[in-house]
Every structure is written in structure tokens, then in C-alpha cells.
Nanobody, 124 residues
Framework: VQLQASGGGLVQAGDSLRLSCAASGLTFSSYTLGWFRQAPGKEREFIAVISWNGENTYYADSAKGRFTISRDNAKNTVYLQMNSSKAEDTAVYYC??????????????????WGQGTLVTVSS
């Protein structure tokens, strides 16, 4: 199984950015998917999760109103749209996949698979 995150880079505060995570080696449409991030010197934190069919989403308070998670099961890809970026969004962003339809395991940082991470740097 591979989860390949991409789309990170250097942006200015207030800019938008879309991260992608392409999956292979798993039945993508059967998995709950999520995004996490880890800022320098901090623990990895949950950002957002999306159900297998894309109908249900859940966000951390830090992401509500600015970030949107979505998925395209035909492309085996999950996305994270980041709007109104802030300096505190600077982090390595990771995608994750869980075979459990219950969000709990993934939200608690216990997915079946992790992606390799993509660095987002927001300059103020």
C-alpha cells in the first residue's frame, strides 16, 4: 500500500493551496481517509476525515471554516483544500487511511496506513 501526498510548497499568508494524496495497493473506496499535520517541535495532530463515499466529513476546530477534505474514488485520491492560510499552518501534512468506517481510530491517530508527508510553509 502506498499513499503519495503532494501539493505542498511555500505560500504567502492568505493564499490557498490544495494537497492531494494518491493511493495504490488498496480498495480505495472502502477506506475512511484523513489528513494530519505535524508542525516543527509539535506532535502530529488530526485535521480532517472523510467517509468512504465522501458523504460525511469531520474537522478539527483548527480546520473548520478554512479547510475542506474531499475525495475522488475514481482517481483513488483524497484532497485537502486549504484556504486563508496562516503562518501556524506551517507543517508537514500527512494523509492516512483506515479500514474502519468508524472515524474514531483514524481521528485518534491509529489508521492502517500513513502517507509520507508533504511540507507546507506559510510565510507571513
Amino acid at each position: 500500500v502506498q499513499l503519495q501526498a503532494s501539493g505542498g510548497g511555500l505560500v504567502q499568508a492568505g493564499d490557498s493551496l490544495r494537497l492531494s494524496c494518491a493511493a495504490s495497493g488498496l480498495t480505495f473506496s472502502s477506506y475512511t481517509l484523513g489528513w494530519f499535520r505535524q508542525a516543527p517541535g509539535k506532535e502530529r495532530e488530526f485535521i480532517a476525515v472523510i467517509s468512504w463515499n465522501g458523504e460525511n466529513t469531520y474537522y478539527a476546530d483548527s480546520a473548520k471554516g478554512r479547510f475542506t477534505i474531499s475525495r475522488d474514488n475514481a482517481k483513488n485520491t483524497v484532497y485537502l483544500q486549504m484556504n486563508s492560510s496562516k503562518a501556524e499552518d506551517t507543517a508537514v501534512y500527512y494523509c492516512a487511511a483506515s479500514s474502519y468506517s468508524d472515524y474514531d481510530r483514524l481521528v485518534r491517530g491509529r489508521p492502517d496506513y500513513w502517507g509520507q508527508g508533504t511540507l507546507v510553509t506559510v510565510s507571513s
